[in-house]
């Protein structure tokens, strides 16, 4: 079984900053791909991060020059450090990773996500 957990959301003022963090636990064999997605009101769960196991990202047009996406692979962790938030970067922010268990299958497993909220 693997676990994804999250933590370091909260409140912050528009144009503050916040680092999520998420770790990943349990019978894991490998990870490949990890990212970050997020689900604003009434609005459609979005990609906003991605990492592979090889270090190259993507990120959405929206958060391009304020996120950063980055992991550490002897933890199985992949952070986000937010700069420079918007009231518009309101969602629930959602951890995914590809991971390879040690049964053999691989999956897509997602964390319960964390919310974040940018207002004043």
């Known amino acids: 079984q693997v676990q994804l957990v999250e933590s370091g959301g909260g409140l912050v003022q528009p144009g503050g900053s916040l680092r999520l963090s998420c770790a990943a636990s349990?019978?894991?064999?490998?990870?490949?791909?990890m990212g970050w997605y997020r689900q604003g009101p009434g609005k459609q769960r979005e990609l906003v991060a991605r990492?592979?196991?090889?270090?190259?990202?993507n990120y959405a047009d929206s958060v391009k020059g304020r996120f950063t996406i980055s992991r550490d692979n002897a933890k199985n962790a992949v952070y986000l450090q937010m700069n420079s938030l918007k009231p518009e970067d309101t969602a629930v922010y959602y951890c995914?990773?590809?991971?390879?268990?040690?049964?053999?299958?691989?999956?897509?497993?997602w964390g319960q996500g964390t919310q974040v909220t940018v207002s004043s």
């Open positions: 995914t990773s590809n991971i390879r268990s040690k049964s053999g299958g691989r999956y897509d497993y």
């Open positions: 349990g019978s894991i064999f490998s990870i490949n791909a």
């Open positions: 990492i592979t196991s090889g270090g190259n990202t």
